[in-house]
């Protein structure tokens, strides 16, 4: 079975500065989907980037990207810039791609903190 | 309006108490999906459904069921809920040719005493 895991339960930033969240998986599989979820005080997930296992080119939104190793298993969320609106629950996630109907696998998650 | 519905969004109930959880969608996915959020724990799968005919057990599916009604429609029963069943509840849509990217709901936060 596939585990997440995400060392960090809690982390902070500067505002402005640069953070990263750590993410490792463990898979016997080759291609596969990587993902990072942000939880706001709200309780909505909403969907922060995505990789394909596939793709060597590192994903990137705006200020947020990711640094894939695949031969690691290593999925770290880099997010640069921090903003107050950053503070959030983030969740790693993993997703086989030909394994047929799977869902998703979650870390425990981290907590950023953005000190303003 | 919001593509994923849950009701209710925050319920207390007492021990013992029968609960339905009620998910409802209007993205046309195939796919749905109920996760528990404990603190310190992340998601966990409670139950997962790929069509009307089709219902999964997931990691924790002891002391829950589900129904699918139709398509968009996918409630999570407690039939005599506990107090470590307290926890916030999200629905979750997908569809095969989505990245198989999640669309999750707000959630219902449930505590049982």
Known sequence: ?116 | DADVTQTPRNRITKTGKRIMLECSQTKGHDRMYWYRQDPGLGLRLIYYSFDVKDINKGEISDGYSVSRQAQAKFSLSLESAIPNQTALYFCATSDRHSYNEQFFGPGTRLTVL
């Open chain 1, 1 to 116: 079975a596939q585990t997440v895991t995400q060392s960090q339960p809690e982390m902070s930033v500067q505002e402005a500065e640069t953070v990263t969240l750590s993410c490792t998986y463990d898979t016997s599989e080759s291609d596969y989907y990587l993902f990072w979820y942000k939880q706001p005080p709200s309780r909505q997930m909403i969907l922060v980037i995505r990789q394909e296992a596939y793709k060597q080119q590192n994903a990137t939104e705006n200020r947020f990207s990711v640094n894939f190793q695949k031969a690691a298993k290593s999925f770290s969320l880099k997010i640069s810039d921090s903003q107050l609106g950053d503070a959030a629950m983030y969740f790693c996630a993993y997703r086989n791609r030909h394994s047929g109907n799977t869902p998703l696998v979650f870390g425990k998650g981290t907590r950023l903190s953005v000190i303003a």
